[in-house]
């Protein structure tokens, strides 16, 4: 009997993916357009508040225009 990509795989076969807890798809798309979403809101603060919190325009502008995919491994656990 040949093997289907939809065939259940043993927990060894998957590797180091399966060492860490899943998430839905869904879930993932969710935490992507919140990061979108808060760095948009980056990009709107005035220079003050970006002073206060230690970053400049340049550097807030530059975060904001990062692409959707961009973050951080630890934000996406």
Do not use: H
């Amino acid at each position: 009997m040949s093997s289907s990509i939809f065939a259940p795989t043993s927990a060894g076969a998957r590797g180091a993916a399966c060492d860490r807890p899943s998430r839905s798809v869904f879930g993932r798309l969710r935490s992507l357009f919140a990061l979108s979403k808060q760095r948009r809101a980056l990009a709107s603060l005035d220079d003050a508040i970006l002073k206060d919190i230690g970053l400049t325009r340049e550097q807030a502008l530059k975060e904001s225009q990062r692409p959707i995919w961009d973050a951080p491994r630890n934000w996406m656990r």
